[in-house]
């Protein structure tokens, strides 16, 4: 059992030089950290009881029936990321900016009724625009000195599992045909330096999910609001990789190094919808739910690599290129459930409490041209069900409203296979008057994780870097109401 847990945790967190859409793609455009305006994020993205929010058009659609005035609102931000890593007791750090806007949207209010103690709908709002969730941005570096394997030794496995020259894979073990790094004889495929190498790892990823919303909902007697929303999703990723290892101890007549870069374009749309209600019981308490149903995407992968050798031959290096790339395919992302409470204290303050569920078991991978059956296999054995808390609430000191809040997002894996569990902290202010709003937010997102820099099938340490990823993110939210 430790065995079968340890080759699907492998299996799960180790980019794969063939590119293969799996398992990993589906819980990447699953996850969702919310994104949208500076007050939503001041308050840990927990609304979902509030509204009159944009942000709460992604989350509670019934948030815009709150509204009882016209609003647009704007909020660029500005992402810090730094990942410190650890891969044979040799410590380094890296980090990565990135300046763009995390909401745009507009709301318009039609009251409709009569004077609310008649009783009756009273306003039918319509919301539209931009909201952006998953900040992809990160750059981290791993090095150190690995006496245990190599990447050669793992091109090896897979050349032998492959079985003949023609087999090949033309992003990995072909290229290290061509650039000499793989060579055969009688008794089979071979390559120099095995272990004891110098390695060096390089990750650069930059996108994000944009949500391009359009929202209705209503007021009944200020007591009942609805909320729906047509959610239609636009995914962008890009990752490059490089790795490196070196002779440098000069162990090897013949190999001095090698380098592999694969570079991976994701790109896409998708739709969604989504259904939700809040119930002021009293002028204190109100409670909310959300349902979202699963994001529909058509997704399109764009892939390559390239190998280089430097060996002691007649020559300094050779270099080999896979071909580009192209695969289409199809993802369905899992359903989710959210209930709410949140408490008014008047004009002096406010809290919410926002649970969501997700099931990562039910997400599937599907395409026309590939059955994804081992992939959709290992979705619902070593994903789990979601359970996230946000917290979040504001005190008014006038002119000032004062903001704070905490989400945590729980592990998506099983037990024994990794812990990708997240925390957000966050704080704000700001200004709310009658015809315009000025907000700051700030938010510190953390977590750790497990990444294998190749697979391989041995009985000794494998090539394990330890990440802790932090990210700090300055949202201004700019609004005026008509």
């Known amino acids: 059992m430790k065995k079968y847990f340890l080759t699907l945790m492998i299996s799960l967190v180790c980019f794969s ?54 609003e647009i609102s704007i909020t660029p931000s500005l992402s810090y990321s730094r990942v410190e890593s650890r891969f044979f007791d040799n410590f380094e750090d890296d980090m990565k900016y990135d300046f763009n806007f995390n909401n745009f949207g507009v709301v318009f209010s039609f009251p409709i009724g009569s004077k609310i103690e008649e009783g009756g709908w009273q306003f039918v709002n319509v919301g539209l625009g931009i909201n952006r969730h998953n900040n992809f941005n990160d750059r981290w570096i791993a090095r150190g000195f690995n006496a245990h394997n190599s990447k050669m030794g793992s091109l090896l496995q897979q050349a032998i599992s492959e079985g003949h020259v023609n087999n090949l894979d033309p992003f990995s073990t072909k290229l290290a045909w061509e650039t000499w790094l793989l060579g055969e004889d009688e008794q089979g495929f071979f390559v120099d330096m095995l272990d004891n190498v110098d390695q060096y790892h390089e990750s650069n990823t930059s996108g994000s999910i944009r949500e391009f919303v359009l929202s209705m909902g209503a007021n009944y007697n200020d007591r009942l ?17 490089f790795f490196e290892e070196k ?54 992968d764009r892939y390559s690599a390239t190998m280089r050798s430097d060996l002691n031959l007649d020559y300094d290096s050779r270099v080999a290129n896979s071909p580009e790339g192209r695969f289409d395919y199809e993802l369905n992302t899992p359903l989710r459930a959210m209930g709410s409470l949140g408490l008014i204290f008047g004009k002096s303050g406010l809290i919410n409490i926002d649970y969501e569920y997700t099931d990562y078991t039910t997400a599937r991978l599907r395409s026309a041209n590939y059955s994804f059956s081992e992939e959709n296999r290992i979705i619902r054995e070593s994903f789990n069900q979601q359970h996230n808390i946000r917290v979040g609430g504001e005190v008014r000191v006038s002119p000032l409203v004062l903001r704070g809040g905490y989400g945590y997002y ?6 024994g296979i990794n812990d990708a569990s997240r925390s957000v902290i966050s704080a704000g202010f700001g200004i709310r008057e009658s015809s315009y709003f000025l907000d700051f937010a700030y938010t510190y997102t953390f977590y750790s994780e497990d990444y294998y820099l190749y697979f391989l099938d041995t009985d000794g340490p494998l090539p394990m870097a330890e990440r802790d990823f932090s990210a700090s993110t300055f949202r201004i939210s700019i609004g005026w109401r008509f």
């Open 410 to 415: 729980s592990n998506p894996y099983k037990s």
């Open 247 to 300: 002779d440098t101890q000069g162990l090897n007549e013949v190999f001095n190094s090698m380098s592999f870069t694969n570079r991976l374009k994701t790109s896409g749309s998708g739709y969604n919808f989504k259904l939700g209600a809040i119930v002021r019981i009293t002028d204190i308490v109100r409670v909310g739910g959300a349902f979202h149903s699963p994001t529909f995407y058509d997704l399109k």
């Open 225 to 241: 609001y609805l909320g729906a929303t047509v959610g239609f999703p636009s995914v962008s990723f890009e990752e490059r990789t």
């Open 17 to 70: 030089g063939a590119f293969a859409q799996n398992e990993m793609d589906a819980l990447r455009y699953s996850q969702f950290l919310y994104g949208g305006t500076a007050r939503f994020a001041a308050m840990g993205g927990s609304f979902g009881a509030l509204g009159g929010d944009f942000s709460t058009l992604s989350v509670n659609p019934a948030g815009i029936g709150i509204y009882r005035s016209s």
